[in-house]
């Protein structure tokens, strides 16, 4: 059998083994859309890396990744204030813990099902494994919302979350974080009944705590602060800055907001931004302190900032953004909420870069397309690795009973971004077409260091 004919044959066998795992998934689980598109997009970054070392298939780590070490369900009755009883549907997925504890976020929001849980769990693994920390992936939440309830009716649900999931969770074991509508507060309601009923005080069991039990600073900077520091590593790489990009951001949540305050303090300007209801633009940059009052401490629409700044516009439609003309886009809001007309409108328009602030918010049409016309593309599971990298940095030091300066844990994470950034690079293998591969490099980065621990350790 001469090369071309042993390279045509593990081609498809290759090709055959994704297939069949792939298949077997979507028959398994066939209303599970999101978490078909998370493995699609993962088995397809990987298939030069199965060539390469045939042992991922004969150790099947294919299936085995994909299939969660635990799945928990489970009800969460609570009562509302007017003593109303409600009952929702709470999730843990315990995805893989090859690297170290499950490690990841809990999302309270009504869209949240078993799918939306998987997938988060499972791009949880690898976001996580690039980080270099010693955490596996786990993801969690609830199909509540969190929005127009009362601080007693958040209290009494976090409360009744935890009943359940304390038999779950501990500081070696799973270490859960705040998501989409978990923030603060829930951690600390969270923190509260779990401490009540261990019955005693297991600092590192929950990051994202506030600073008086336990917190890090900079944890609710890091993943907006990550995200533009990833973003600078892709200019860097081609002589390019921030100073003076114009810069569309989805979202007006954590993320969304430290992302623009890292933007504008490197020189950016921040155009527009969005929240559930719609969009404000303001051509000479928004003015983030108004954005801060009106969302963290009003909690009000983003519709407001219009009343102080009367230059600024408005639309009721958040989707619309992505039909601004800019340098950067940095969708930061929620998963699949740029799609492939809107990534072809960033790219008639001018637009260099993107980068994932929020988990899988493209389309797999959008980034094909942004792949296809070379626009350099920073995928989620390594642009937005900033918070979970500092919520380890908290584990550390609630292991060590220690408190670290805002210097020292921003110093760290611009260090680890830095570090994903050329890992993913170098996993690349082809320099000359970064933008292309940035997405398979930072999978392949992952995915490589999770399988070899799996094959390390064992069938189990």
């Not at 689980?29 to 004969?58: C, G, R």
Request: aromatic share 8%; hydrophobic share 35%.
């Amino acid at each position: 059998m001469n090369s071309t004919t042993s390279i045509k044959n593990r081609d498809t066998q290759v090709q055959e083994y994704i297939n069949k795992v792939f298949n077997k998934i979507k028959q398994r689980d066939p209303n599970q859309a999101e978490f078909h598109q998370a493995v699609y997009t993962i088995f397809k970054s990987i298939t030069e890396v199965l060539k390469k070392n045939p042992i991922y298939m004969e150790q099947n780590i294919l299936e085995r990744i994909t299939e969660p070490e635990r799945l928990i369900s489970f009800r969460v009755p609570w009562v509302d204030d007017n003593g109303n009883v409600h009952v929702n549907r709470g999730y843990r997925v315990q995805f893989n813990s090859a690297l170290g504890p499950y490690k990841g976020g809990l999302r309270f929001h009504p869209s949240v099902n078993e799918s939306i849980i998987k997938f988060l769990g499972f791009e949880q693994i690898f976001k996580n494994a690039l980080t270099g920390q010693s955490i596996g992936g786990g993801k969690g939440g609830a199909d509540f919302d969190p929005k127009g309830k009362s601080d007693g009716e958040i209290m009494r649900f976090c409360q009744s979350y935890m009943n359940e999931l304390v038999r779950y969770i501990g500081p070696d074991t799973d270490v859960p974080a705040g998501d989409i509508g978990v923030g603060a507060r829930e951690i600390g309601y969270l923190f509260g009944q779990y401490k009540k009923i261990k019955g005693n005080f297991e600092a590192g069991v929950l990051t994202g705590k506030g600073l008086s039990y336990g917190g890090s600073l900079a944890r609710k900077e890091a993943t907006g602060y990550g995200v533009i520091y990833f973003v600078r590593e892709m200019l860097n790489d081609y002589g390019d800055n921030l100073e003076g990009k114009r810069v569309i951001i989805s979202g007006s949540g954590n993320v969304s907001i430290y992302a623009m305050e890292k933007a504008i303090e490197l020189g950016a300007k921040v155009i527009a931004c969005s929240d559930s209801n719609g969009y404000i633009y303001e051509e000479n940059g928004i003015d983030l302190e108004t954005i801060k009052r009106i969302k963290e401490v009003e909690q009000n629409s983003i519709e407001d900032y219009l009343q102080e700044h009367p230059l600024a516009t408005y639309a009721d439609d958040s989707s619309q953004i992505w039909n601004i003309p800019c340098d950067i886009a940095l969708p930061c809001a929620t998963q699949n909420e740029l799609n492939g007309d809107a990534a072809n409108n960033l790219i008639k328009n001018g637009v260099q870069l993107i980068a994932e602030g929020a988990n899988m918010p493209s389309t797999t049409d959008a980034i094909e397309a942004f792949l296809a016309n070379n626009i350099l593309f920073g995928p989620a599971k390594a642009v937005n690795a900033g918070g979970v990298a500092v919520s380890s940095l908290e584990m550390a030091q609630n292991s060590s009973r220690t408190a670290w300066s805002f210097e020292e844990v921003d110093s760290q994470l611009q260090k680890i971004m830095k570090k994903i950034y050329h890992d993913s690079i170098q996993a690349c293998g082809d320099e000359n077409t970064k933008s292309n591969n940035l997405l398979k490099g930072a999978t392949i980065a992952g995915f490589t260091r999770v399988a070899d621990a799996m094959i390390a350790q064992g069938i189990t």
